[in-house]
C-alpha cells in the first residue's frame, strides 16, 4: 500500500495542472462559467502561494546563473537523497 506522502505533490501537481488551465480560461475570456466568490478568492490565495514557492526558490539559488528549473531539480534530488539516507540508517 502506498503511504499518502507518496502521492502528496503528484496528486497536487495534476490538480495544480487543472486550476492553471482553469485560470487561463479566465484570463483569456474563454470562459462562460465564472467562478463563485469562494473559488475566486481561493484562485487569488494560490497564486500568491505559488509566488511565494517560487520566491522562496529564487533566494536560494542567490546570485548563481543557473537557471530556476535546474536548481530546483538538482536541489531537490539532493534532499532526497539525504531523506533516504535517514529512512535506511537503523535506529
Request: glycine fraction near 2%; charge should be negative.
Amino acid at each position: 500500500m502506498t503511504d499518502i506522502s507518496d502521492c502528496h505533490f503528484r496528486n497536487t501537481m495534476v490538480a495544480m495542472v487543472a486550476c492553471r488551465e482553469v485560470l487561463e480560461d479566465l484570463l483569456d475570456f474563454v470562459t462562460d462559467t465564472p467562478l463563485s466568490n469562494e473559488e475566486l478568492a481561493a484562485a487569488k490565495d494560490l497564486t500568491i502561494l505559488c509566488h511565494d514557492i517560487a520566491v522562496t526558490l529564487q533566494n536560494s539559488l542567490g546570485e548563481s546563473e543557473e537557471s530556476m528549473v535546474e536548481f530546483v531539480h538538482r536541489t531537490l534530488d539532493a534532499a532526497h537523497v539525504v531523506a533516504l539516507a535517514k529512512v535506511s540508517q537503523p535506529k
